[in-house]
């Protein structure tokens, strides 16, 4: 359809007529691009933005007003915090009691980490405090939604775990899980909801032996965790392992990726390896009932939409790599992978994406996929295009449905079937492309403005990007690079 979109671009308003889907964007100034380090987007509860890059220098904050005007700029020099790229991982960063929180796990020693916590003053930018909370070799920090309650869980070889719960970030107490015969133990995933606490563990498995699943749950106002066995195995074959908790259900979905009979409906949808086939199951466990339920996924409307809208003969069959809850029940991202080798070198890829719906029981509501092409050279298949901040896709949902962000070719956007689909080598040739699934209507269009200059491209940092349902506001990293020299601006595109 033909609209009229609003940018604004460093404070100047643009308006043009152009083929796309209903959306204002305005851009941040720009800012010399990070290659390095971490970058996150925390949206704040005064409707500030505030983007956080850590690198090997320190850590820099960038806080804008609800009118995405820039407020404060502060770089913090790498004192106390001792960022170091190969050791440092970012754990969560959270609004609590109206600072911003950073936790960082770093490692000191061979299987020994720190977590660290950094507080910054949301109105200066400047690092107010830093300290250690824990030591341990594995950690995961939850925070309630509804509240600035949140909790760490840690734990060490052949001890129990440890939970800390900061319910104001002021007051603490620590709490002792162990069960006589677990002399180690995975935290599969962790929840928090209403000041109460949930962690599902399990005993580590013996080599292709399924995994059991324990809960210890801690309910606000008891002195201690219970710890109950849930009648439910976890394949233990492969670590991709995906785990949301739906606050307002309290019920947990695992997602798991195991081995099955090539013969089997669910394997190609699964995807397959060198030597066998793969499948995707889901495992939900309600925590006030201590209830499993295990169903494989067969993907069958994303298949059908492969075949049916993209003429995709052979129908769908990719790797799960995403997972997350909506009110209507959970989404399950997919990605397909292929190899070309002519002779000389071995291209890796990343090609459709598929996204399935699912109703709270698990039964399927929507699938839909996306095409795309992205190569990776490489002498080493090294996974999915997640680990890539600029290749792979962002999903996200809204009032309006459903979308996909990904990064593609300009002259694939005029192609309609996936044999003619030129493939994207660097991501400085690619601008950013939105789909959108409303009902039966799928519409694709830039994410950002075209420039004139054909030299100049605009594409987005996926793994940096998140969604504001309060605004209906998609927040990304814009990286315009023009002939190879780069920009980053942040973004805000807000769907109409």
């Known amino acids: 359809m033909n609209i009229f979109k609003t940018l ?22 720009p800012f010399d691009e990070h290659t390095t380090g971490w970058k996150r987007i925390l949206v704040v509860k005064n409707g500030n933005t505030a983007f956080v890059h850590l690198g ?29 790229l190969a050791t ?37 930018a400047k690092v107010v405090k ?89 309910i606000d106002g008891a002195n201690d965790f219970e710890v109950h066995k849930i009648d439910a195995e976890l394949p233990a074959e492969y670590n991709m392992r995906y785990v949301t908790f739906d606050g307002k259900t309290k019920k947990f979905n695992i997602v798991n990726v195991t081995e099955v009979d090539k013969k089997s409906e669910y394997s190609t949808f699964g995807g397959h390896n060198l030597i066998s086939y793969l499948a995707t199951q889901l495992t939900t466990i309600d925590v006030t009932t201590n209830v499993a339920s295990t169903k494989m996924i067969l993907g069958k409307k994303v298949d059908d939409y492969a075949k049916n809208k993209l003429g995709v003969e052979e129908g769908y069959s990719g790797s799960f790599n995403f997972l997350e809850s909506i009110d209507e029940g959970t989404v399950l991202g997919f990605e397909e992978r292929y190899t070309i080798n002519n002779g000389r070198s071995t291209t890796y890829g990343y090609g459709n994406v598929g996204i399935l719906l699912l ?37 996200f949902h809204s009032k309006g449905g459903d979308y996909v962000v990904v990064n593609d070719l300009p002259e694939n956007l005029e192609r309609s079937s996936n044999k003619d689909l030129k493939t994207l080598l660097t991501v400085s040739d690619a601008n950013a492309v939105l789909y959108s699934f409303n009902k039966d209507n799928t519409d694709r269009s830039l994410l950002f403005d075209v420039s004139a200059n054909k030299r100049i491209t605009r594409f987005a940092n996926i793994s940096s990007s998140r969604f504001d349902a309060n605004t209906n506001t998609y927040i990304t990293l814009m990286i315009e690079s023009n002939n190879g020299l780069k920009k980053e601006h942040l973004a805000w595109v807000t769907l109409d």
């Open 8 to 29: 604004t671009f460093s404070g100047v308003i643009l308006f043009f007529s152009c083929l796309t889907y209903a959306k204002t964007i305005i851009y941040s100034e």
């Open 88 to 124: 440092t991982y970012i754990e969560g960063v959270f609004e609590i009691n109206g600072q911003i929180e950073i936790f960082l796990s770093q490692l000191k020693s061979k299987n020994v980490s720190e977590l660290k916590r950094v507080t910054i003053d949301p109105v200066t």
């Open 130 to 218: 830093t300290e250690t909370l824990l030591t341990g070799n594995g950690f995961d920090v939850k925070k309630d939604d509804g509240s600035d309650a949140y909790f760490v869980v840690s734990r060490q070889d052949g001890s129990p775990l440890n939970i800390n719960t900061y319910f104001d970030s002021i007051s603490t107490k620590q709490y002792t899980v162990s069960i006589p015969e677990m002399q180690a133990v995975n935290i599969i995933g962790a929840g928090e909801s209403d000041k109460s606490c949930y962690i599902i563990i399990s005993p580590v498995a013996k080599k292709h032996k399924p995994m059991e699943v324990y809960i210890a749950s801690l």
């Open 56 to 84: 090997s220098e320190g850590i820099e904050v960038r806080i804008y007003g609800p009118d995405h005007k820039r407020l404060v700029f502060m770089k913090n020099a790498n004192n106390g915090f001792n960022i170091g």
């Open 359 to 395: 109703d709270k029981e698990g039964n399927e509501l929507k699938g839909y996929s996306v095409q795309k092409k992205q190569a990776k050279p490489s002498s080493v298949f090294s996974g999915l295009s997640m680990g890539s901040p600029y290749f792979g896709y962002a999903y």
